[in-house]
C-alpha cells in the first residue's frame, strides 16, 4: 500500500505540509474529520493524525471568532451603526479572506459596490467535536480459556481404543516359590546323579589337587536354568519367531525332563536302589551335552531376524 501524492511527492510529509490537503477534507466534511479519516487520507500515524487534527481545530477556531467578528461589523454598518470607513474595511478583511464563508465574501463584495446587502442568515457553526473514534485495528480480546477436564483423542469410528496402561504385577513372591522349589529340584538331581555314576571329581589335577567338585550339581544347574531362560524367551515376546518357537518346544521338554528326573529318583529311592538302570544312567549322562547344545541354538536364533 502506497502513501497518496500530496504537493507533488508519495513520502511522508510533515504536519505544515499536510494542512493545505487537511482544510479541503475539513471544508468539505463540514467539520473537522475524525482521525481514522486523516490517518487513511494521508497514510500517516495516529500521533501525526492526532496533531493534524488538533491544528485544524485550532484554525477552525481562531477563523470561527474572527468571522463572527467581521459579520457583526457588516450587520452593524448595515443597519447604520458604523462609519462607512468601518463597514468597507470589515468588507475588503472578508472579501479577501479565502476561509470565509461564500455568502460573507459575496456580502462584502456587494457592499464594496454599493449593493445593499440581503440579511445575513445565521452562520453554522462547526459541531462539537466528536470523540476520536477507535484505532482501525481493534486489540485483540483477551479472554481466560476455561480449562479442559478432559482431552480425548479423536480417531476413526472404527479403530478400537488403546487400552489404559495397567500396572505391573509384583514377581517378588515367585522368591517364596523359588525357594522350596529349589531345595527340593536339587536335592532330587544331586541324588540322581549319585545313582548314576556323577559324583566327586577333581577338575584341576596336578594344578590343585586339593579341589573337588561334586558333578551331579551340573544336572539341576543346566537342566533347570536352561528351562527357566527358554521360558522366559517364549514369553517375553520380544523375539523373532523361530526363536520363539524353539524356545517353546525347549522350554516345555527342558521342564517335562526335569520332572521325570525328579520322579525316577524318588521312585529309586523309595526302591532301595543304590544303582539305577543303564537307560537311565544313559539319559541323565545326555543331559550336560544336550542343555549345552540347546542354550547355544536358542542364544543364536534371538539375535538372528527373521
Same mark, same amino acid.
Given at each position: 500500500?502506497?502513501?497518496? &501524492? ?17 482544510? +479541503?477534507?475539513?471544508?468539505? /466534511? ?5 482521525? #481514522? ?29 474572527? +468571522?463572527?467578528?467581521?459579520?457583526? #461589523? ?10 462607512d ?34 440579511p ?11 470523540? &476520536?473514534?477507535? *484505532?482501525?485495528?481493534p ?9 479442559? &477436564? ?5 480417531s476413526?469410528? *472404527? ?17 517364596? +516359590? ?8 536339587w536335592?532330587?538331581? %544331586? ?16 594344578? $590343585? *589337587?586339593?579341589?573337588?567338585? #561334586?558333578?551331579?550339581?551340573?544336572l ?7 528351562? &527357566?531362560?527358554?521360558?522366559?524367551v $517364549?514369553?517375553?515376546?520380544? %523375539?523373532p ?10 522350554? /516345555? ?9 525328579q520322579?525316577?529318583?524318588?521312585? /529309586? ?8 538302570? $543303564? $537307560?537311565?544312567?544313559?539319559a ?23
Open positions: 500500500m502506497t502513501a497518496p &501524492a500530496i504537493n507533488g511527492t508519495k513520502y511522508p510529509q510533515p504536519v505544515d505540509e499536510l494542512l493545505p490537503a487537511a482544510r +479541503l477534507l475539513f471544508v468539505k /466534511l463540514g467539520g473537522p474529520p475524525s482521525r #481514522n479519516r486523516l490517518m487513511r487520507e494521508f497514510r500517516i500515524g495516529a500521533p501525526k493524525a492526532d496533531e493534524l487534527r488538533a491544528r485544524l481545530i485550532a484554525e477552525a477556531e481562531t477563523v470561527r471568532e474572527r +468571522l463572527a467578528a467581521q459579520e457583526y #461589523n457588516l450587520v452593524r454598518g448595515g443597519t447604520g451603526g458604523a462609519t470607513a468601518d463597514v468597507a474595511d470589515a468588507a475588503r478583511r472578508v472579501a479577501a479572506d479565502p476561509t470565509a464563508p461564500g455568502y460573507l465574501r459575496e456580502t462584502a463584495r456587494d457592499l464594496l459596490a454599493g449593493v445593499a446587502p440581503d445575513l442568515p445565521t452562520p453554522v457553526m462547526p459541531e462539537p467535536t466528536p470523540p &476520536a473514534e477507535p *484505532d482501525p485495528i486489540a485483540p480480546e483477551i479472554s481466560t480459556a476455561e480449562p479442559v &477436564a478432559e482431552v480425548t483423542p479423536v476413526h469410528p *472404527d479403530t478400537p481404543a488403546p487400552p489404559a496402561p495397567a500396572r505391573s504385577a509384583v514377581v517378588w513372591p515367585v522368591v517364596l +516359590l523359588a525357594l522350596p522349589a529349589f531345595v527340593a529340584i536335592s532330587g538331581w %544331586v541324588g540322581l546323579g549319585g545313582l548314576t555314576g556323577f559324583g566327586i571329581v577333581h577338575p584341576l589335577p596336578g594344578i $590343585w *589337587d586339593s579341589f573337588s567338585i #561334586n558333578s551331579a550339581i551340573t539341576p544347574i543346566g537342566v533347570e536354568t536352561y528351562g &527357566a531362560y527358554a521360558l522366559y $517364549w514369553l517375553s515376546g520380544r %523375539v519367531e523361530r526363536a520363539r518357537r524353539f524356545a517353546k518346544w525347549s522350554a /516345555l521338554g527342558s521342564l517335562a525332563i526335569g520332572a521325570l528326573g520322579v525316577a529318583y524318588h521312585l /529309586l529311592e523309595a526302591a532301595g536302589v543304590t544303582s539305577a538302570p $543303564w $537307560w537311565i544312567t544313559t541323565v549322562a545326555c543331559l550336560p551335552v544336550a542343555v549345552l547344545g540347546m542354550g547355544a541354538a536358542l542364544a543364536h536364533l534371538v539375535r538372528t531376524h527373521d
